[in-house]
Each structure stands twice: as C-alpha cells, then as structure tokens.
C-alpha cells in the first residue's frame, strides 16, 4: 500500500520527491506532496525524510 500524505500538515518543502527511488513522490499544483501509488514501492525513504511528519504508510 502507498504511503499517505497529510496536505495540512505537508509544508511542501520538496525533501520526500529528491529521496524517493522511483520517483513516485512528487508536488501538486498547490505545492504539496503526493504519492504516485502505481510507482510507491512501499520503502518508507520518504516517511523518514519528511521534516514534518507529514507522511505515513
């Protein structure tokens, strides 16, 4: 299952898309994180890197 991201909290900082191995996270329109869920692997790279604890699997 793909990891979630919490748009409230995300404060788009970019940290998750430049972690990811296949590059599966990106940034909306908004500038919010977001999770191809056809790519996540599930490795959990991006929930570690994330500053604010925005995401989670």
Same mark, same amino acid.
């Given at each position: 299952?793909?990891? &979630? /991201? ?5 404060? !788009?900082? !970019?940290?998750? &898309?430049? /972690? ?5 996270m990106? =940034? #909306? ?6 999770? #191809?869920?056809? =790519?996540?692997? #599930?490795?959990?790279?991006? /929930?570690?890197?994330?500053? /604010? ?5």
């Amino acid at each position: 299952m793909p990891v &979630t /991201v919490d748009k409230e909290i995300c404060i !788009g900082c !970019g940290a998750c &898309t430049g /972690v990811c191995p296949v590059g599966a996270m990106n =940034l #909306d329109e908004d500038g919010k994180a977001g999770c #191809d869920s056809e =790519l996540c692997i #599930d490795c959990g790279a991006c /929930v570690a890197t994330c500053p /604010v604890s925005a995401i989670s699997q």
